[in-house]
């Protein structure tokens, strides 16, 4: 089994920057593909980014050029830098594992981590 916790929501406003965490436990992390989702209220779920246990990184198109998805396998620990941020990406975001590149993933949702972007 592996266990996720997300951190580094907040408050931000548009144009500013947040870095989230996943931090994960259990067996193998280097082997999952790892992936963020994004869920704003009224709308489905979303894969936002996705990393490879190779490092190849794949992008919803809304964030490219914007949000930079990385790995830390000796910490057992996914980022999501997301830069320029606006109201659009407000939302609880989710990591999960065993990411495939339709979306699907391994793990149950944890508690996620809001962001909200307002002025």
């Known amino acids: 089994q592996v266990q996720l916790v997300e951190s580094g929501g907040g408050l931000v406003q548009p144009g500013g920057s947040l870095r989230l965490a996943c931090a994960a436990s259990?067996?193998?992390?280097?082997?999952?593909?790892m992936g963020w989702y994004r869920q704003a209220p009224g709308k489905q779920r979303e894969l936002v980014a996705r990393?490879?246990?190779?490092?190849?990184?794949n992008y919803l198109d809304s964030v490219k050029g914007r949000f930079t998805i990385s790995r830390d396998n000796a910490k057992n620990t996914v980022y999501l830098q997301m830069n320029s941020l606006n109201a659009e990406d407000t939302a609880v975001y989710y990591c999960?594992?065993?990411?495939?590149?339709?979306?699907?993933?391994?793990?149950?949702w944890g508690q996620g981590t809001q962001v909200t972007v307002s002025s």
């Open positions: 990393i490879t246990s190779l490092g190849r990184t």
């Open positions: 999960n594992y065993g990411v495939t590149t339709t979306g699907q993933s391994l793990g149950s």
């Open positions: 259990g067996s193998i992390f280097r082997a999952y593909n």
